[in-house]
């Protein structure tokens, strides 16, 4: 499985993290286990229509695929 890094900045913008730095205006959220045909681009895509929290430091993507569909903890309470 692939993961991918994202910067979430204090505003709630949401990059791709491109260099190994960690940002000085946000955290960097880590997608785990995306599937080999998603791209850091499609990965990006989805999280842009979620809600992350932003004291994470990983998220697995099937909780994040959950979230997008509508779960409020991306499957956690069910």
């Known amino acids: 499985m692939t993961h991918h890094a994202l910067i979430i900045a204090r505003d709630g ?4 993290q491109t ?12 997608i785990t286990d995306c599937p ?3 791209t850091a681009e ?4 989805l999280a842009r229509d979620c ?3 932003a004291h994470a430091a990983s998220l697995a993507f099937d909780r994040l695929l959950a979230r997008h569909r ?5 499957g956690h309470c069910g």
């Open 42 to 45: 499609d990965v990006l895509a």
């Open 13 to 16: 913008t949401l990059t791709l």
């Open 51 to 53: 809600r992350l929290a």
């Open 36 to 38: 080999a045909d998603w």
């Open 19 to 30: 260099t190994p730095a960690v940002p000085t205006d946000g955290g960097v959220l880590t």
């Open 70 to 74: 509508g779960s409020c903890c991306g």
